[in-house]
């Protein structure tokens, strides 16, 4: 029974309440037609009989016994079958019932669905119920208080990560400015230069964290326009930039931001080749998978137990669950290319390579294939 579902184990209850309930009822009616024969068969005799004809108990017996064991049997038999009739029926009424019963939360739970593959994002669906205030109205209803209160939290935790990189952009673009004027100024000190040097450097470190968060917070919004996209072109495109061999780069087409999947590439190399063993190994291949388009990049890095993948697709961490510092990164790369796949409605995969390194694995919804917020 508890592999059954909700609809099939009301349906048997149905059936079986049914079932016991006729039952019940044919034993009933048995027992009151066979003491009732007796009776009718009786009150013929004593009518048909004479005064002078003495009445004839043990042949009125006889003929009772015969009528009531042939009347039983008869209802008894004909009885069973109306009732196994009417019982197959009554399961077919039962799995009706129970399927309208269980509509509404059909409803919620494809609600719940839509809602889950976008991750956080478009958290705007409501579920609006109609009819009376039971026990599924106050379920949709608090489904629908949980919803509101995620969709203001991930919206607040957008807004901040974007305000905040929007207003650091401003005095950075002014330190550079006046770093450059500094350095490029007649007169200046070999110690000023080498200064002026390093803070563009940091300068810049900065403004590639503050360009990793806006992408970061422009992916979880959600993709609204979607365009058709060849992961092999852009694959090819960023593999020429940086030095890297792209082999078996099949087609790959599906829908979505081109400037976000490019950078969702860009990422994926990037990572590869930054944490890649000196003469170590960088692939990238595209291809098709039934309908997905699917985008593989591998190096020959460090060992990565199992247990630590999880982590490195976490903001500001790294191999061994450290935070970022030093001159190797932030730690934004996968952690933007897991969002961007998901706001496109694909998934991203990673399994330590053999003798060092990662195989991360981007799947991505084909051009046929509507992605989840679409679907909503």
């Known amino acids: 029974m508890k592999k059954l579902t909700i609809r099939a184990r009301l349906t048997l209850v149905y059936a079986a309440f049914f079932l016991v309930g006729g039952v019940v009822l044919l034993g009933v009616t048995t027992l009151l037609v066979s003491q009732q024969v007796p009776s009718a068969i009786s009150g013929k005799h004593i009518l048909s009989s004479t005064p002078s004809e003495p009445p004839m108990d043990e042949g009125r017996q006889m003929l009772s016994e015969r009528i009531r064991t042939a009347t039983t049997t008869s209802l008894i038999s004909q009885g069973a079958m109306g009732l196994l009739l009417v019982g197959a029926a009554s399961v077919g009424f039962g799995w009706l019932v129970a399927g309208h019963a269980l509509q509404p939360l ?20 409501r579920i609006v119920m109609n009819g009376p205030q039971d026990e599924v109205r106050d379920l949709a209803d608090a489904f629908n208080l949980m919803v509101e209160q995620l969709d203001a939290a991930f919206d607040g935790q957008r807004r901040l990560v974007a305000n905040a990189s929007h207003e650091l952009r401003t005095p950075l673009a002014m330190n550079r400015m006046l770093v450059e004027l500094a350095v490029s100024r007649q007169g200046a000190s070999e110690d000023c230069i080498q200064l002026g040097t390093s803070l563009q450097t940091v300068n810049e470190r900065h403004e590639r964290l503050i360009d990793g968060l806006l992408t970061l917070a422009d992916s979880e919004h959600g993709i609204t326009e979607r365009t058709p ?4 072109d852009i694959a090819g495109h960023v593999c020429d930039q940086r030095g890297v061999p792209c082999d078996g780069a099949a087609a790959a087409i599906t829908r979505g931001d081109p400037i976000l999947l490019e950078r969702l590439v860009q990422n994926l190399i990037e990572n590869a080749v930054e944490h890649n063993v000196p003469s170590g190994l960088v692939c990238v291949s595209t291809k098709t ?3 997905d388009a699917v985008l593989t990049v591998a190096n020959s890095g460090p060992i990565v137990p199992h247990y630590e993948i999880e982590s490195l697709f976490q903001p500001f961490r790294r191999l ?6 030093g001159g ?7 952690s933007i290319v897991r969002s961007i796949a998901r706001g496109h409605g694909g998934s991203v995969t990673a399994v330590p390579r053999h003798g060092g390194g990662l195989v991360v694995t981007v799947r991505l919804p084909g051009p046929g294939t509507a992605s989840p917020r679409e679907a909503v």
Not at 106 to 125: I, P, Q, Y
Not at 229 to 232: G, H, Q, S, T
Not at 320 to 325: L, M, P, V
Not at 328 to 334: E, M, T, V
């Open 289 to 291: 998978v039934g309908e």
């Open 106 to 125: 059909h409803r919620v739970t494809e609600t719940a669905r839509r809602l889950a593959g976008g991750a956080g994002r478009g958290l705007h669906e």
């Open 320 to 325: 061994n669950r450290e935070r970022t510092g």
């Open 328 to 334: 190797r990164g932030f730690g934004l790369g996968l």
């Open 229 to 232: 996209v060849d992961l092999a």
